[in-house]
């Protein structure tokens, strides 16, 4: 397995990460634990090495499926998890929006520890901004506990470039987790250059558009209500019309190389810069195998500048994320 760095953090990953989030949920309902939990030691066996879960997937119980899977083989896995939302540490009730107070991040942290059966943090997120909390407060606490040995990197969720610089002011940032691929790719703009800049590694959630770009997904599709994409606009009907050009370009290239349309993606977005390391997630081993395959997907220079110039002529429709998701987003 091929690594990469997370910018200048000395942070050493696999090239590309596994999101364990649906194992949990949200595109359906929980998977069988058993079953992620071999899933989960099988990518390791793969080579996979970074693992991206929170407090918030379930509730509390994807946290648990990684401590249960990595307990006897901690040293070998880098374990990013998340806090941020306002949730009761005691019954996981959801209390809606957002809490980095200093005493809730050191609460959510002790029981992280427990869940992941571990007793420290690799990368510790704030999973959203906290617009009532001074970013330099959060800083400053996640900066005593790495001095304390629980955590030891810092990392960000979905921040707009001016709260990171007040961040990493405070404690070094290691990595910023945000939404980036072929289906929605305005961290070009300011994001990029920012991390470039500062040394920060990037860590692209939805990598494949939450499926769409694997070519899976078509018109005919239903969704199940338990499903989130069944409230995401991009994925409504009409929408899904128009972007269906983006996968019908994607698929053309993966013809053309012998590849998947997933693979092409993926090699797409690792051949932006080698600090960037998209966290793919799947619940099914075929997947993660057809995932992995996009690490080989090399283009020349001339090859990426066609692919990108192409998908940027696709005029893609439907926000990315549901009204009340964007609202937490860009602080």
Known sequence: M??????????????????????????????DAQAMIALLRTALDRGVTFFDTAEAYGPFSNEKLLGEAFRANRHEVVIATKFGFDIDGETGERRGGVNSRPDHIRAVVEASLRRLQTDYID?????????????????????????????RHFGMSEA?????????????????QSEY????????????PTLEELGIGFVPFSPLGAGFLTGKIDLSTAFDKADYRSHVPRFAAEAREANMALVTLIRS??????????????????AQKPWIVPIPGTTRLDRLDENLGGIDVAFTADELADLTAAASRVQLAGERLPAASLALVGH
């Open 160 to 176: 707009s470039m001016a709260t990171l610089q007040r961040a990493h002011a405070v404690q070094p940032v290691a990595a910023l």
């Open 2 to 31: 091929k690594k990469r760095m997370l910018g200048a953090s000395g942070l050493d990953v696999s090239a590309l990460g596994l999101g364990c989030m649906n194992m949990t949920g949200p595109y359906g309902p929980p998977q």
């Open 123 to 151: 990368l510790l997120y704030q999973h959203r901004v906290d617009p009532s909390v001074p970013i330099e407060d959060v800083a400053g606490t996640v900066r005593d506990l790495i001095a304390e040995g629980k955590v």
């Open 181 to 192: 691929s072929l289906w929605f790719r305005k961290p070009e703009d300011d994001v990029i």
């Open 253 to 270: 290239v993966a013809e053309a190389r012998g590849a998947t349309p997933a693979q092409i993606a993926l090699g797409w977005l690792l």
